[in-house]
């Protein structure tokens, strides 16, 4: 579905993606750990296409398309979302007319009304937000934990099938964060073929969203691919080689 070949990204002539490669698969749960400050944001931002961030050198290539050069909404129409690790406040627009306009900019003749509302309301129910919220501004006085849940009402309703979540754990306590992954297991189950792509630092949240890889980001790029024991490792002996760690191990 989604693929990046030798991604190369600078800030201020310091190098943060290097010859960055990924192929991720219709349907597959990728997860990307990797140190405080080594790219993982930034990554998000350049597959999303946020202007600030243009600049990369290498392809991204969505559904057999190239898409280096398509804008934030041109990408979000197509399917990718982006659920941010510190989404904003925006004032001057609530929640349910933000979602609406971007329904309808997407497919303005098959929107019902009717159906939009009745999904929203449920959408906001199964997450356990106040439903007052619909007609806030979007983020508003909201917690970090109440824009995390945002984040993930936004993909119940907008149901993209490319997903970047970029520390959708970080600040959400332990309810919260069982409550907005069964939405997401949930949203996976009734399309199997979205794939997502998870960035985080605890297995924590990896014992609900079943990763079938996880890989681990250092120095600009992916230096080991494994599976849910590799987080485990990682959790365990921080982000130092794990080579190295397997050799201590057969030592004891
Ligand atoms: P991560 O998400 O892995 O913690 P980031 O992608 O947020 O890391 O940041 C990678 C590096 O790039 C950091 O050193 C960060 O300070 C820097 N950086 C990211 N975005 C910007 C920006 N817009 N302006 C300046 N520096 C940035
Ligand atoms: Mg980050």
Not at 74 to 86: C, D, P, V
């Amino acid at each position: 579905m989604l693929k990046l070949d030798k991604i190369n990204f600078k800030i201020e002539d310091r190098k943060i993606l290097d010859d960055f490669s990924l192929d991720v698969e219709d349907g597959k749960i990728h997860v990307i750990m990797g140190p405080n400050g080594v790219g993982k944001s930034t990554l998000s931002n350049i597959i999303m296409g946020n202007d600030n961030y243009k600049d990369y050198t290498g392809t991204i290539t969505f559904n057999g398309e190239k898409i280096d050069g398509l804008s934030v909404d041109e990408r979000s129409r197509k399917g990718i979302f982006l659920a941010m690790q510190n989404p904003i406040a925006i004032e001057g627009i609530t929640n349910s007319e933000f979602l609406r306009n971007a329904l309808t900019s997407r497919d303005s003749k098959n929107f019902s009304l009717f159906n939009f509302i009745k999904d929203v309301e449920k959408s906001v129910d199964d997450l356990k937000m106040d439903r007052s919220m619909i007609h806030k501004n979007i983020n508003q006085g909201a917690s970090g934990g109440e824009r995390k849940k945002n984040e993930v009402l936004q993909i119940k309703i907008l149901k993209p099938s490319f997903i970047i979540l970029d520390e959708l754990d970080s600040g959400l306590d332990v309810d919260s964060l069982k409550i907005v992954c069964q939405n997401i297991v949930e949203y996976k189950e009734q399309n199997p073929n979205t794939s997502i792509l998870m960035i985080t630092h605890y297995p924590r949240i990896l014992k609900y969203i079943h990763p079938d890889y996880v890989h681990m980001m250092k120095d600009g790029k992916i230096v080991k691919t494994g599976d849910y024991s590799l987080a485990l490792q990682i959790e365990k002996y921080g982000y130092s080689d794990t080579n190295d760690i397997n050799e201590e191990e057969n030592y004891e």
